[in-house]
Nanobody, 124 residues
Framework: QVQLVESGGGLVQTGGSLRLSCAAS????????MGWFRQAPGKEREFVAA????????YYADSVKGRFTISRDNAKNTVYLQMNSLKPEDTAVYYC?????????????????WGQGTQVTVSS
C-alpha cells in the first residue's frame, strides 16, 4: 500500500514557475514507477510526465515537453514536477500516481495509487 500526498500548487502568472512535490509513504518507493497527471474542469484526466523507478528514464506529454521536468529522490520517497514557462492552459488539478513497474508507465488506468491532487492556476 502506498499513500501519496501532493504539495506545491498555487496561483502563478503566465510565464511563471512552480515546483510540485509528491511524498510517498512506505519503504519500497524505489519499486514504483511514478507519474504526474492533470485534470482541468470539464475535461478528462490527462498524462503529463512519468519517471521510471530508478529515475533513469523520463517521458513527457508533447504539451509540456521542454517546459516541465520530472525527477525523484528515492532517499526522500519524493517525486517532483518542476513547471516553467507556465501557460493558462496548464491550469488544472495535478495528481501524482504510483505503480509497481520497472519502466515508464503513461496510461491513466495502469496506475494503482493516486494522491488527492493539488490545484495549479495560471493567470493570464
Amino acid at each position: 500500500q502506498v499513500q501519496l500526498v501532493e504539495s506545491g500548487g498555487g496561483l502563478v502568472q503566465t510565464g511563471g514557475s512552480l515546483r510540485l512535490s509528491c511524498a510517498a509513504s512506505g519503504r519500497t518507493f524505489s519499486s514504483y514507477a511514478m507519474g504526474w497527471f492533470r485534470q482541468a474542469p470539464g475535461k478528462e484526466r490527462e498524462f503529463v510526465a512519468a519517471i521510471s523507478r530508478s529515475g533513469g528514464s523520463t517521458y513527457y506529454a508533447d504539451s509540456v515537453k521542454g517546459r516541465f521536468t520530472i525527477s525523484r529522490d528515492n532517499a526522500k520517497n519524493t517525486v517532483y514536477l518542476q513547471m516553467n514557462s507556465l501557460k493558462p492552459e496548464d491550469t488544472a488539478v495535478y495528481y501524482c500516481a504510483a505503480v509497481k513497474a520497472i519502466g515508464i508507465v503513461t496510461g491513466t488506468d495502469r496506475y494503482d495509487y493516486w494522491g488527492q491532487g493539488t490545484q495549479v492556476t495560471v493567470s493570464s
